[in-house]
């Protein structure tokens, strides 16, 4: 009922705003080529003096970085026209929407210090505080998203954003999903809720970004279908996936957690000048809720050679009605003093304060050994950063290492050449020392199994980046060596039960990635290509990850019906090749390390059409419609089967107001 109000909200406020006249500005944007980003809309008053260029509507990251709101209708718009609203190469869905991913690209990670709460399952839709934009508007801005779902619910997105004044921005959005799924207990349902406001003083001597976030997801769990055959046979009873037998009938999920977070600039000096001081202090507060629910613990499974009763997970201490909960609370503060000089750069240096709980309601003693109810610590670090930006040389590198007794250390150093606007190079090399997940170190649940308390070493972690961009070809190599790795992985367990513990690699493991991506344009004809190409050196299989991913989209786009209309139609093929593919445990919200199902070896055929009418842009996909061309062994994870063909519809509407 909540995020319903929020919707309906969002869609008053925006069909409000929109209907009213305003006679000093009123903008027609019917006269406008829209399908460009340089294009610019049009005062109608009788002056017309006044004009809002896309390139007036800015989105800020937390690092300062800028772009400009961009309304064009291309291919990677439609990469981007998703769930996660970005484009998710190297992320393999599984069959519902709002589901978890599995992870095909293991360069996608992102390497941090400072210890999670874990749960990386859980996580993908849960908006990080780097990953908060802020705006500074002309006008006000409003977007609306809508796309259909699997089954019985909607995926619904609505923001806007508007300046009180050229200083001071304030924006407001809701991202609310539902859908049903066509498997048996596969429910969806999660909801982001972000607002953000930024501040600046009329000489910029004090800069704020703040923001708030309130984001819940909802799964239910069914841990995967039974019997393989039943999905791969194709037999038409099992078309209706609701007669495919599952592991859990009442299994769930729910994770939820609200951020405060805020980071101002003041500077010291009055005006600005060749040389200024500031003083920088950033707050992030946050807190997490996680819980797994399963009324009925043993499962019937159905066979012609006669049923069975299993426990997937084993042993329990309660015989129904699993309701296991971890809360987790961190705080991070870091203050700082900058000294910037025009010529030379920017000198930062700063201290943090890290501080966590994660915490359970209870203590457990399970074989002599005492599972604590909590994990918490304090964390103190001092660390510089340097950054110099001048014409077409972009740098930064910052170390951090720890004063207290945590064995923890940074260092991130990046270096981007801009030879002109379509031809740069960038380099990067990091060097971690960082503390394991909450989750590798304490977990507590219902299950006899699922119950550990370790003191795991730090993970080591060397990674080398660069990225070549020119007008031919986009490529990008990656090498990683990791030490003392922590990972999930299944133990020996009877038929038909799993049991999932942590571990740690001793030895060495090393990562190559070589990515190329290109568009190339004849006319009306498009033609875009990603492929990447991995290789891991390992004495066991414990980093697992596709040899060859790619992506091709082949199609045709113009205007139609003197430039009213612009249309866009293709199709896009997927494709990994096979491997021993992590698999996904609801119990720890997490995949696991297995290696005795291989998925894979299938293309993922797409045909769209999508159009843009002024600032509407309307999508039309069938998904995998080649799904009953090339056999039913398609899978996101073993026992997840990949989703099967559909047609789905949705728009992005942008208001300028």
Sequence with gaps: MFRTKITFLFYFISLFIYSQKRNERVIDASKVNLNSPESSFQDTTESKKNLASLYQYKIITIERDTTHYDTSL?????????????????????????????????????FNPYPEIGLNGKHFNFLKANEINYYHVPTPLTELYFKTVMEQGQNLDAFITLNTSERLNFSLAYKGLRSLGKYINQLSSTGNFRFTTNYQTKSNRYQLKAHFTAQDIFNGENGGIVNLEDFEGGEADFRNRVRVQVFLNDAETLLKGNRYFYDHYFRVNKSDAQNNVYLHHQINYEHKFFSYNQFTVPTTIISDEGNRVIKRFGDSYVLSNINDEARYNRMFNKIGALYENKLLGEFQFYIEDFRFNYFYNRAIVQGGQLIPSNLSDEIQSVGGQYTYQKNKWNGKVAYTTSLTDQSLSSLDGKLIFNYNDRTSIDLRYQNLNRLPNHTFSLFQSSYVNYNWSNNFKNEKINNIESTLKTKWLDV????????????????????????????????????????????????????????????????????NVPELTLRSSLYISGHFFKKALFLQTGVTVNYFSKYYANDY???????????????????????????????????????HFNSAMTGFNYYSAPNNPYRDFMVRFGLEWNFFL
Excluded: C, H, W
Excluded at 494 to 520: F, G, M, R, W
Excluded at 593 to 619: L, S, W
């Design 476 to 543: 990008a190599l990656q090498l990683t060596t990791l030490n003392d790795f922590l990972y999930f992985s299944q133990d020996e367990a009877p038929q038909d039960q799993l049991i999932v513990t942590p571990k740690q690699y001793d030895n060495t493991i090393n990562y190559l990635s070589i990515k190329a991506s290109k568009e190339l344009t004849f006319r009306k004809l498009g033609f875009d290509n990603t492929i990447l190409y991995q290789k891991v050196d390992q004495e066991n299989d414990v980093l």
């Design 74 to 110: 291309t291919i990677q718009k439609e990469y981007k026209y998703n769930y996660l609203r970005k484009d998710i190469f190297g992320l393999q869905q599984f069959s519902n929407e709002g589901q978890t991913y599995n992870t095909l690209d293991f360069g996608i990670n992102q």
């Design 585 to 623: 445990n609801p119990v720890l919200g997490d995949f696991y390390v297995q290696n005795t199902q291989e998925i894979g070896d299938f293309p993922m055929v797409d045909f769209f059409i999508n159009a843009k009418i002024k600032t509407a842009r309307i999508y039309l996909k069938a998904e």
